[in-house]
């Protein structure tokens, strides 16, 4: 999947350059996978005196780390009662409990660490687009505020004060949330699990992975490793020769203005919030630092649908505000989110002292982070219960090629007929 165009790579702060792995590495722990979610367990597995060493087969935040959205949510996007439905009383509620801190623990990393990645902790609008979307507002606001969430509903006049558009029925605003640059932020956490002790290789990827004689050896074309123990947190970006995480590949496009002229830009966002709606189809959009207009959708800009896609993010911007009707959106690009069937991150097990953390449905950022963080007390105590939800055995998706293409082609037909709209 092709970079070019992804705004992030080309405004993200940069790293230290980062070798590819030439030897053989002897350590107490190995992660495959430099995004959110291996670089937070790199860290705090670092941080709490342990041997770690991560590699990475391309680039830091290559895979959905560099493409995500740069919305901060707590929780998941399945409401609280959903989760508790699926997972029972107690795993329920410590997975709800657990992950309404996920916010908290990115802005606390990012001050902690000092990382440059143009954190806003604005809070974030769910909108809904139309008078179902509302009623779902309503009934995740009541979930919400029955477990203390600082959540408001704000009317249809309320939110269009706040998003600058008269587009939606009204939203829910989380004031836990904020936006980052994405990539920036993966680039930070990666120099904090430096400083911190971690080595990290890119350009290294995994060949082979077996466990022989106790320990897990991973090889990668001119190095190898040997660990105790062995974390693969690739989610939807799993290298041939890896285990196969049981998730549906969905795509998610994204296209961004040029920064938008000051008179055009004031009345838009003005409290910095990031935005996305409550359609089938998802959308979103916010403003970066510079005041670029980001706007997404489910989707794939490489695939058969990227025609469809585009047109109708033309006319979705126009419909949003209609000043930036006819504006430009030189920046495109395309990420894969790991969707699992009941949209609940998972934890299995991938042998002996081996874990594949991944599933997070589009919620990569708080929750992967977390995640990442609750590594660090499978590692040092063997605690099977770090993490909010229990280590599973491994399992196949069913059906996921075809259910890939529903969704795509949903998409692909939805904006299609969208963008003819008068």
């Known amino acids: 999947m092709a970079l070019s165009g992804n705004l992030w790579h080309e405004t993200a702060q940069h790293g230290a350059d980062l070798q590819r792995l030439e030897r053989s590495v002897n350590c107490d722990v190995a992660i495959i996978g430099a995004g959110f979610t291996g670089l937070s367990a790199a860290l705090h597995i670092a941080q709490a005196g342990v041997d770690v060493t991560l590699i990475e087969a391309e680039t830091i935040g290559h895979g959905g780390s560099g493409r995500n959205v740069g919305l901060v949510n707590a929780g998941l996007w399945k409401p609280p009662e959903q989760v508790l439905e699926t997972l029972g009383q107690a795993m329920g509620e410590r997975m709800n409990t657990m992950l309404a801190q996920g916010p908290a623990t990115v802005f606390e990393l990012i001050e902690r660490h000092q990382i440059t990645c143009e954190a806003t902790q604005s809070g974030t609008l769910h909108c809904a687009h139309n008078a179902r979307g509302w009623r779902d507002l309503q009934n995740r606001h009541r979930q919400q505020v029955a477990r203390d969430a600082p959540v408001t509903l704000l009317s249809a006049a309320q939110a269009a004060q706040r998003t600058g558009s008269t587009s939606f029925h009204g939203a829910l605003w989380d004031e836990r949330a904020g936006t980052i640059q994405p990539l920036s932020f993966t680039k930070g956490l990666a120099k904090a699990a430096r400083a911190a002790g971690a080595k990290i290789y ?12 106790g320990s897990w050896q991973i090889q990668t074309p001119v190095g190898q490793i040997t660990a105790r123990r062995f974390i693969q947190a690739t989610n939807a970006y799993a290298t041939k020769g890896l285990a196969q995480n049981a998730y549906i590949p969905v795509h998610y496009f994204q296209l961004a203005t040029d920064p938008l002229p000051e008179d055009l830009r004031t009345p838009i966002l003005p409290g ?18 510079f005041g670029r207009m980001i706007l997404g959708a489910i989707g794939n800009l490489d695939g058969f649908g990227a025609n469809s896609h585009r047109q109708w993010a033309r006319r979705k911007l126009a419909r949003l505000y209609p000043q930036l009707a006819g504006f ?3 920046h495109s690009w395309t990420g894969r989110i790991a969707m699992t069937e009941d949209y609940l991150p998972k934890v299995v097990d991938i042998g002996p002292n ?11 950022i708080g929750p992967g982070t977390l995640f990442g963080k609750c590594a660090v007390d499978w590692v040092i105590n063997d605690d099977d219960s770090a993490f909010p939800v229990a280590i599973t055995p491994a399992t196949h998706a069913r059906f996921h090629t075809a259910k890939a ?12 007929l969208n963008s003819r709209m008068p």
Request: net charge negative.
């Open 202 to 213: 890119e350009h290294s990827a995994a060949k082979s992975v077996r466990f022989h004689d």
């Open 272 to 289: 910095g919030e990031g935005c996305w709606d409550t359609a089938q189809i998802m959308s979103s959009f916010r403003l970066d630092k």
């Open 328 to 330: 430009d959106m030189p």
């Open 354 to 364: 081996a874990i594949s953390i991944y599933g997070f449905s589009g919620r990569g």
């Open 405 to 416: 293409l529903y969704f795509e082609a949903g998409a692909s037909v939805t904006h299609l």
